[in-house]
Structures are given as C-alpha cells and as structure tokens.
C-alpha cells in the first residue's frame, strides 16, 4: 500500500473516533477505540448527573481494586470469574455475551444504571437473591458514588446529548 493510502486510512480512524453511539453493532470490527486522556475523563466526570459529577475518580479507582480479581473493564477485556464490565451502563442485566450467568441476573430483567449499580453493590445478594456474585458489598455511599463514577468514565460511557 503506498503512503497516501495509508494517510487515508489513518485520517478515516480517527475520523471514526469519539462518535460513542456507535460501540454497538459496529464494535466487532472497529478497532479499540483509544483510553480518553485525562482532560476527555475530567469532562465526562464534570457532565455525570450530581452527585456523580462530585466524585473521586482516584477513590472510585482505589475502590475498584476489590473487584479486580473478578473483573476486567477494558474494552474487548477477558472475562473473569465475573464478566467483562466495559460498556456495562445501558447494557441488559446478564447478556453479555460468552459469559455464563446465574438466572437471578439473566432473568434480572433490567439495564444497567447508576441507581442500579448502586444497590447491587451496597449487597448484591439481597438486590439479587441467586446471584454468583460473592462479594459483600460497598457499605459507604461515597465510595459507591466514586466507584460508580469511575465505572462512568473507563467503561466507555458516554452521555446522553443535551438538548
Ligand atoms: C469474587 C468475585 C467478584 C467480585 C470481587 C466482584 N464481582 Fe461483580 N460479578 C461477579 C460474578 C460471578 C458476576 C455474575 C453474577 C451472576 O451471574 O449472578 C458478577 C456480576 C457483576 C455485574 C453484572 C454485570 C452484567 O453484565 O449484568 C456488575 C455490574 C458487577 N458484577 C460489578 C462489580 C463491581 C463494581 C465490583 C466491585 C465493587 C464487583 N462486581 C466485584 C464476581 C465478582
């Protein structure tokens, strides 16, 4: 391929990018789409509905240390002994797919929002009864908002366009 060519191609990419609607039915093929740099997460982080846009994203990070050993959030990431979280916000409960769920979260019935992910940390069993999930839950609500925040801004959120 000569070089115009490949100026072509790598203009088209990042053309392509920032355009998050779209991780849906096109992210089979499009390549990764890059880490938002910091300045890209003080902005998402700024535009959350309150009281996430009050949030630590260094505290939501520290936070998200306990649920590493399960869970990865990158885009495309393996799944653990939990699924893959990347894109988990407006995501059916239990559908990702080549993940092997429990039927309390399969049959959960739900998407994925902050309010949501704010009671199945506090105690995912009792907001789940069934679920495989053995963690013990987040009893601080700061470090729920943080954590939740922080999920926010790595797993590929994007909100929803102002009118
Ligand atoms: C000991 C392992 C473990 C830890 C620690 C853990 N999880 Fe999970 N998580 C799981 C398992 C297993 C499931 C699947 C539950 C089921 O099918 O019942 C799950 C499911 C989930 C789901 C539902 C995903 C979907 O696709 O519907 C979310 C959201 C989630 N976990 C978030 C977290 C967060 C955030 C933390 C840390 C605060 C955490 N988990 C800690 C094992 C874990």
Redesign the pocket.
Known sequence: MNRSALIVLAALGLASCGQGEESGAAASTAPPRPAPTPAEKAALLAALPAPYDQADLDNGRR??A??R???TITEGGPNM???N?HG?FG?Q????PG?N??T???E?GFV?DAGR?DH??EN?RTF?K??????AG?PDPTDRRD?IAF?KVETGYTPPARP
Do not use: E, N
């Open positions: 936070v998200f306990r649920c050993s399960c869970h002994t939990g699924p979280l988990v995501r409960a239990g559908t990702l993940y769920y429990s309390a979260v399969k959960a994925w992910l199945w940390l995912p789940l069934g679920t495989k999930m053995s963690f987040i954590v999920l």
